[in-house]
């Protein structure tokens, strides 16, 4: 008995010593730097490609760090390479199947990937190629873990090559350095996923700079919901509280028909000026937009609720939407509680797009704009009714468009023509005018046109009591026009032909007319 005692005792002495000297072995600077040579051959027979490794420090039981790894593709170009690679994982989970890793640091990562074309493989594909099981016939279910995974100053090229750079934001070119995250992988299934991004902060070659990016992400097999998601850009902040979404799979896919979501965006102010590696000529538009709604919908409908956007502080847009068979025929409505734009937002937005687009003079003259109704359509066709106010007048408007067929109504009670045509002999005008007609390639090609002018002011005196009923077809205008007028009773009727050969025929008939 004393006999096995000692044998036992001698043989826990052995191990415990082994695993000492097998710990301070791995301490020592030259067997790191060997272990890191056999491993990076290994690995490197294993993806067939040329890997090199540093050291490879083995921490107590559960823990190692290797140290500027480096791997080519197989152009020998380099592809992945990093300062310093560090894992601490669970024994345990893994009797159970399952890989739990409790920390991993990626440091100084440097990654280029890149594809020759679009139809090309991408140089990192070979290694995804050798890590793919072999064996067709059978699955092992995934169960990963990683509680908490850092990337400090990284930086990572994507390039397609046979795509030209321009300038601007392109995922076919994407550049993104000083790359920081902190990242909890919760959980991830074969049908699920749980992860808290904390942080997560990039700058693209493009312009554009993400200082901070945090949410959490919840999805399986019935369902998925987005919470505490916010973007910081540098000047801007995109907050959506919640998105909640329901679905039904068959087999592996989510049948589109069954998916449903809502969800909202709060606290959301958006500066143009971040976007300018999208447009650039949104550069000079520096003043944040707040936009604030909520939505639901389905794989074919959307509808916005208590949509406001507030320019300047001032609220510019508030409505409520719908679109519905947008994978179709998009049919879609707004219902306009209020659209105002004022006449310094108005060059505001002049001076952005001047390079592209030249807003018409008449727009500057408008000033303040003031909108309130309702805008429809389906397809190509489109409907607007509504009361449009500006710094010339209210006017009230009804106009849609079915196929190449339009019309239209405007009544006014008083509209500053001449501050609308810049015109000093013009004034004010009242009317109320009915439109009806069709287009082809954007151009008229018949037009009915009816209605009373029930005072306009022309070079300083007002005519009252004017109709109008006239035709136009075949570069043919048809019609009558009357005044009736305090100092004038006056009727003309005729055409004037506006064809290659214009031709006028106009009678009239003069009752009484006294010029003022």
């Known amino acids: 008995m004393k006999q096995a005692t000692r044998v036992f005792n001698a043989a826990i002495w052995f191990v415990c010593g082994l695993i000492v000297s097998l710990m301070i072995l791995t301490h020592i600077p030259p067997i790191q730097r060997f272990i890191g040579t056999q491993v990076g051959n290994a690995l490197g027979s294993k993806l067939g490609t040329q890997v090199t490794i540093g050291r490879v420090d083995l921490g107590l039981f559960n823990r190692f760090i290797i140290d500027d790894i480096s791997i080519l593709d197989q152009h020998g170009c380099p592809m992945i390479s990093a300062g310093r690679v560090s894992a601490k994982f669970d024994y345990l989970p893994l009797t159970e199947g399952k890989i739990s890793i409790s920390s991993a640091q990626l440091l100084g990562l440097q990654a280029h990937f890149y594809k020759p074309s679009a139809l090309a493989k991408a140089n990192y594909q070979f290694v995804l190629d050798s890590l793919a099981s072999k064996d067709t016939t059978s699955h092992k279910p995934l169960d990963l873990s990683i509680r908490s995974l850092i990337i400090r100053n990284g930086h990572i090229r994507y390039d397609q090559n046979d795509i030209a750079k321009t300038g601007t934001f392109s995922t076919k070119h994407l550049n993104i350095s000083n ?50 998601f916010e973007a910081q850009l540098p000047h801007s902040t995109l907050t959506i509280p919640n998105i ?59 509808r916005i609720s208590d949509l406001e956007i507030a320019y300047k502080a001032k609220t510019i847009i508030a409505a409520n939407g719908s679109i519905t068979d947008w994978n179709a025929t998009p ?60 710094s010339a007048g209210k006017i009230n408007l009804f106009a849609g468009k079915s ?104 009678s009239a008939k003069i009752r009484r007319f006294s010029p003022a």
């Open 179 to 228: 790359l920081s995250t902190h990242i909890m992988l919760n959980a991830i299934k074969d049908d699920s996923i749980n992860v808290f991004v904390k942080k997560f902060s990039g700058k693209e070659q493009s312009g554009l700079e993400l200082k901070g990016l945090t949410f959490n992400l919840i999805a399986g097999t019935t369902g998925a919901q987005l919470s505490q």
């Open 244 to 302: 909640t979404v329901s679905y039904r799979r068959v087999g592996t896919k989510i049948e589109p028909a069954t998916i449903q979501f809502d969800g909202s965006i709060d606290h959301t102010d958006i500066t143009p000026a971040d976007l300018t590696c999208f447009v650039p000529t949104l550069r000079p538009l520096t003043h944040p937009v707040d936009i604030r709604t909520t939505f639901r919908g389905t794989s074919t409908t959307l």
């Open 331 to 390: 049919k879609w409505t707004a219902d306009i509680q209020r659209i105002t734009v004022s006449a310094a937002d108005v060059e505001d937005i002049a001076q952005a797009i001047k390079n592209r687009f030249q807003l018409p003079a008449v727009v500057h003259r408008l000033g303040d704009i003031r909108y309130q109704g309702h805008i429809g359509g389906k397809g190509k066709d489109i409907a607007i009714k509504g009361v449009l106010e500006t």
């Open 403 to 506: 196929g190449s067929a339009f019309n239209g109504e405007i009544t006014t009670r008083g509209v500053n023509l001449g501050l609308i045509a810049d015109n000093a002999l013009l004034g004010n005008i009242a009317t109320s005018l009915y439109l009806k007609g069709t287009q082809s390639k954007g151009k008229i090609t018949s037009l009915l046109a009816q209605g009373t002018i029930s005072r306009i002011d022309y070079s300083h005196y007002t005519y009252k009591n004017i109709a109008i009923d006239g035709k136009y077809a075949r570069s043919t205008i048809k019609g009558t026009a009357s005044l009736n007028d305090p100092n004038g009773l006056v009727e003309i009727d005729g055409s004037v032909n506006l064809s290659s050969t214009p031709a006028t025929n106009l």
